[in-house]
């Protein structure tokens, strides 16, 4: 699949996940997964991972749901961002909450909405306050509950306030509300909730979010005296959530089915129904999903701590521990396979006068546009970009067959020559100091000679006046400016 026909089907895929068609989503969604990865478009490819996990999700298809969501967390935590770290947690949260761990569920959530707060995502912010008054709802806590729903509908600008970007799940957090008010006895309002509800629910199979409505109102009609009513939803519902083997609704579904049956009296229809509610906990139980959301939660826990010991914290990039540990297998197969390496140690240039005329948070901005541009600028190479240690950055990149050192530290050195900080209304310009080694094409085999040679070669841009490349000259061993 070439780029224009991935971008087309792209589109699609989304217009089919807002429509709420599951299937057709599921169906299509998995060559655009596997096309996205292979073109580099990570961030698309994540997406899609956590549209295809919410759609089985809908469907009720656990089993694979979650073997998606391993998929999705792995790319997550790769190349995603803070939203969709976001994401992430909101989605864990809901698998936990699945799966009885309403505490585990609520951590998650709350990872979440201290991420979603901070960047200021709308979206999230409103689904987060809709998945925790679900939350409260099974914690018991109807009131809470009921608070969470007015939240989450506020950032649906279901009120007079509009936010950018809202929460888009409405319908949810609609649900949460009626069941909220359901039990706090605020029947008429709640009655009036999913009277508008039902109109939405189309023709079958009905989706996850149409059987929730439906558990809803047989809520409603169970707490009103309506029991033959509530039977009768349970009954539609639960025919559904059979065809969907949705595990998790089914067993509230009989949870209620055996209480309201057993008021009844009838007792040929109950032990029936006991025995089918009984056999529905005995293949949750060999599912057992939970072992898979520890191991995925203990791996999580293992990536950050790996990149707690190799992120800088500052920057944001790798730091020296990183480059030491994988600088040098780098070199190896550099060696083998006979290509050009280049190293680059990169000095920002007055870096202790900018720190003690604008102040050390002016000299952490510095530091940090520096390394998120050299990051950015690297981004198509394969490469190491690290910070070395205070206002030095140190750079190991592969150069591409035929490329020229000089052309590429020569835009580098532009690119960097171009940033600049504003403090109090005046413009402060960044200077940097740069110096360059190479491999030989596979012949330096020792990463400590590349950096003595760069070294070298950054010492001489600094002695002849800063601001400046200088390449190490292999044969009279010093620094040849550019």
């Known amino acids: 699949m070439n780029t224009q026909e991935f971008e087309e089907l792209w589109i699609t895929l989304n217009e089919l996940y807002d429509a709420n068609r599951f299937i057709e989503y599921?169906?299509?969604?998995?060559?655009?997964?596997?096309?996205?990865?292979?073109?580099?478009?990570?961030?698309?490819?994540?997406?899609?991972?956590?549209?295809?996990?919410?759609?089985?999700?809908?469907?009720?298809?656990l089993q694979v749901s979650i073997s998606v969501l391993e998929q999705y967390r792995e790319l997550t935590f790769q190349y995603g961002d803070d939203t969709d770290l976001i994401h992430?947690?909101?989605?864990?949260?809901?698998?936990?909450?699945?799966?009885?761990?309403?505490?585990?569920?609520?951590?998650?959530m709350f990872k979440a909405l201290k991420i979603a707060e901070r960047v200021q995502h709308i979206e999230s912010i409103g689904k987060i306050y809709n998945n925790l008054s679900d939350l409260e709802n099974s914690f018991g806590n109807y009131q809470r509950a009921k608070d969470f729903a007015l939240k989450s509908l506020y950032y649906?600008?279901?009120?007079?306030?509009?936010?950018?970007?809202?929460?888009?799940?409405?319908?949810?957090?609609?649900?949460?509300?009626?069941?909220?008010?359901?039990?706090?006895?605020?029947?008429?309002?709640?009655n009036e909730l999913l009277q508008e509800l039902l109109v939405m629910i189309q023709k079958p199979p009905y989706s996850k979010l149409q059987l929730e409505v439906m558990n809803a109102y047989a809520l409603l009609c169970e707490k009103q005296g309506r029991i033959g009513e509530a039977i009768d939803l349970y009954q539609k519902s639960k025919h559904y959530a059979l065809q969907n083997n949705d595990l998790s609704m089914?067993?509230?579904?009989?949870?209620?089915?055996?209480?309201?049956?057993?008021?009844q009296g009838n007792k040929l229809i109950l032990c029936s129904i006991q025995k089918e509610y009984i056999n529905i906990l005995l293949e949750i139980q060999r599912e057992n999903y939970t072992h898979v959301?520890?191991?995925?939660?203990?791996?999580?826990?293992?990536?950050?701590?790996?990149?707690?010991?190799?992120?800088?914290?500052?920057?944001?990039?790798?730091n020296r521990r990183y480059f030491d540990e994988n600088a040098e297998k780098m070199l190896e197969k550099a060696s083998v396979e006979n290509q050009q390496l280049a190293l680059m140690m990169i000095d920002l240039d007055h870096f202790k006068e900018i720190n003690d005329t604008n102040g050390h948070l002016f000299g952490d901005d510095a530091l940090t546009i520096t390394a998120t541009t050299l990051k950015d600028y690297f981004q198509s190479f394969e490469s190491i970009v690290s910070r070395f240690g205070g206002d030095e950055f140190i750079i190991l990149c592969q150069l591409q067959e035929g490329a020229s050192i000089q052309t590429i530290t020569e835009n580098l050195y532009q690119?960097?020559?171009?940033?600049?900080?504003?403090i109090n209304g005046e413009t402060v310009q960044l200077e940097f100091s740069i110096g360059v080694s190479t491999n030989k094409q596979g012949q330096i085999a020792t990463v400590e000679e590349l950096i003595h040679n760069a070294d070298t070669a950054l010492y001489t841009s600094k002695r002849n006046g800063r601001n400046q490349i200088t390449v190490f000259n292999q044969y009279s061993g010093v620094g040849n400016r550019n």
């Not at 995925?296 to 914290?313: A, G, H, N, R, V």
């Open 26 to 61: 599921i169906e299509l969604s998995s060559a655009a997964i596997e096309s996205a990865i292979a073109l580099g478009m990570y961030k698309k490819a994540i997406r899609l991972l956590r549209y295809r996990c919410a759609s089985y999700f809908q469907t009720g298809d």
């Open 88 to 108: 992430h947690y909101n989605l864990a949260a809901v698998y936990w909450g699945t799966f009885g761990h309403l505490k585990k569920s609520e951590e998650f």
């Open 156 to 190: 649906a600008n279901f009120f007079e306030t509009k936010h950018e970007n809202p929460y888009t799940g409405i319908m949810y957090s609609k649900i949460n509300l009626a069941v909220a008010q359901i039990w706090l006895e605020e029947f008429d309002e709640a």
């Open 250 to 263: 089914l067993q509230t579904i009989y949870n209620s089915l055996v209480k309201l049956i057993e008021e």
């Open 293 to 318: 959301l520890f191991e995925m939660e203990y791996d999580d826990q293992k990536k950050q701590l790996e990149k707690t010991s190799y992120i800088d914290p500052l920057t944001n990039i790798y």
């Open 415 to 422: 690119t960097l020559n171009s940033l600049s900080l504003t």
